[in-house]
């Protein structure tokens, strides 16, 4: 059983582009949010020079523009 929907590129798109606009860099990220939703949080801290947490899987697939 999945308990987040899945996304089509579209929504996925929309998805990265709100953690762009509101996720505070190196603030905790809720095990809650969407996996695509923190991954890009992930890629954002990474992009800053922090390590990625322990447990937590980068999603490899991007999305198509």
């Known amino acids: ?3 987040w929907k ?4 579209e ?6 582009e709100a953690a762009r606009e509101k996720y ?6 809720c095990p809650l ?3 695509v ?4 949080c992930v890629k954002i801290n990474v992009e ?6 322990e447990g937590v899987v980068l999603v490899k697939k991007e999305v198509q523009q």
């Open 1 to 3: 059983m999945n308990l």
């Open 37 to 40: 939703y923190i991954d890009e």
């Open 33 to 35: 949010w969407h996996p």
């Open 11 to 16: 929504e996925e798109k929309k998805f990265r």
């Open 6 to 9: 899945s996304l089509n590129p």
């Open 48 to 53: 800053r020079g922090v390590d990625v947490p």
């Open 24 to 29: 505070e860099p190196f603030t905790d990220l």
